[in-house]
Nanobody
Framework: QVQLVESGGGLVQTGGSLRLSCAASGRTFSSYAMGWFRQAPGKEREFVVARSWSGVSTYADSVKGRFTISRDNAKNMVYLQMNNLKPEDTAVYFC????????????????WGRGTQVTVSS
């Protein structure tokens, strides 16, 4: 059974940092693209970042320069380092995995985690 499990969310002040982790299990994801989405209260889920198996990354404009995705294929892990957090970053953050980078960017990933809450106080 394939699972993506996020962790690392929490409450942080404006300007602070958090590092989210996503543990993938049930198969090897080294050949998969992986990424992150977020959903704020009352809003639709939005793309944050994706990283291909070869290391190419694509970021949403709203997080460029502040967020960094990385992955450890040997451990089936993907990480999201979030710096200079803003109140508008408050959302539930979801991990996603798919063989195709384009599917992740389009929000049509094959696999999804259940999310971890990030709250940024002003």
């Amino acid at each position: 059974q394939v699972q993506l499990v996020e962790s690392g969310g929490g409450l942080v002040q404006t300007g602070g940092s958090l590092r989210l982790s996503c543990a993938a299990s049930g198969r090897t994801f080294s050949s998969y693209a992986m990424g992150w989405f977020r959903q704020a209260p009352g809003k639709e889920r939005e793309f944050v970042v994706a990283r291909s198996w070869s290391g190419v990354s694509t970021y949403a404009d709203s997080v460029k320069g502040r967020f960094t995705i990385s992955r450890d294929n040997a451990k089936n892990m993907v990480y999201l380092q979030m710096n200079n957090l803003k109140p508008e970053d408050t959302a539930v953050y979801f991990c996603a995995a798919d063989p195709r980078m384009s599917a992740i960017v389009a929000g049509r990933s094959q696999y999804w985690g259940r999310g971890t809450q990030v709250t940024v106080s002003s």
